[in-house]
């Protein structure tokens, strides 16, 4: 076995790609064949666009001229900087062979070649087999700790207007003197701002379990370049937000659906300022967005989510929304 960093000629080689693409996809589905998984156009888009607040290298293991196992690192560049994040996937007939184990070290090698002592993953499984399931045992062998659990929810579309409409009138009451408004494929200028500043608190108000973040940094340039490669990956985002009468950003939820037919919604975030909380802004940013989605289009089936298990707050308005739990996304750290 050979393992491989992928080069900027590697990336731009469609071939070598959708090699690397169709190991992930075989691996991350195996006994979950029925959830949603990106295309190959957003998977291009997503690695080949750039981002100036994270980096990411890609390793291929190769058996021969096979690809056998994929993994990513992200390396974030401007917050939380003694931390990366990694993804590994071995293709369902290599497994059992040392490949995963191998591609783990690859990533603390590069992990400490680059001062960072935090390393966090995650993995996708059945409720009744988390703490049992082989992806979690294989974690806590190369040694990695369960940290928290995520919990992936579905709500099937089309929802009757009525019922947006009602939780739309049930929140209005509560939230007098602020504003909703949508927006299709980012914010106005004017907004940017002080919608970077509110999405970059998330991961610290947000429960995280084992592992403390710091406040994301997002500016302008790193907002438009985000747009950019939703673009690129063939989505288009509804940005929903909540705002004051001088018109600053105190809430928001975002909805990235496909360009090019893919009838799946995906949720990417909604969340309130610590400082305008109990004014029923989560649910009244999410009934909006989610009634401008389905006005844009007719055929879209499904949206899909991912919450905490222990935010007690988006998992009520998420259950009252009619969300079902589907999965578990166990998250797991090791400290190097």
Request: proline share 4%; hydrophobic share 40%.
């Amino acid at each position: 076995m050979d393992i491989r960093l992928l080069d900027d000629a590697a990336i731009a080689d469609d071939a070598l790609m959708r090699e690397w693409y169709d190991v992930t996809r075989r691996a991350e589905l195996l006994g979950r064949e029925h959830m949603p998984f990106w295309s190959f156009r957003e998977f291009l888009g997503a690695f080949r666009s750039p981002d100036s607040g994270e980096r990411h290298e890609m390793y291929a293991a190769y058996d021969g001229d096979v690809i056998v196992g994929a993994l990513v690192i992200w390396f974030p560049l401007a917050d939380n900087t003694e931390k990366a994040y990694v993804n590994l996937a071995v293709d369902v007939p290599y497994r059992r062979r040392g490949i995963g184990r191998a591609l783990l070290a690859r990533a603390e090698e590069s992990a400490r070649s680059d001062n960072r002592s935090v390393l966090l993953t995650s993995t996708q499984v059945p409720f009744e087999e988390r703490r049992e399931h082989g992806h979690e045992r294989f974690a806590e062998a190369c040694g990695y700790t369960w940290s928290i659990d995520e919990i992936l929810r579905h709500l099937t579309l089309p929802v009757p207007d009525d019922a947006i409409q009602g939780w739309i009138d049930a929140a209005a009451p509560k939230h007098e003197g602020y504003t909703i408004e949508t927006f299709v494929g980012g914010v106005p200028a004017d907004l940017v701002d002080g919608l970077c500043l509110l999405v970059g608190q998330l991961a610290v108000d947000a429960p995280t379990g084992a592992v403390d973040f710091e406040e994301e940094v997002i500016d302008a340039q790193r907002y438009a370049e985000m747009m950019d490669g939703v673009k690129s990956m063939g989505r288009v985002t509804y940005e929903t937000v909540a705002l004051t009468p001088d018109r600053q950003v105190v809430a928001q939820s975002t909805l990235a659906l496909s360009t090019e037919g893919d009838p799946v919604v995906f949720q990417w975030g909604t969340f309130v300022h610590r400082e305008h909380r109990g004014h029923s802004l989560g649910l009244a940013t999410k009934a909006v967005n989610l009634r401008a989605v389905q006005s844009a289009r007719d055929d879209l089936t499904l949206v899909t989510t991912q919450n905490a298990e222990t935010n007690d707050y988006m998992v009520s308005i998420n259950e009252r929304m009619g969300f079902t739990p589907i999965e578990v996304s166990a998250e797991f750290v090791k400290r190097l």
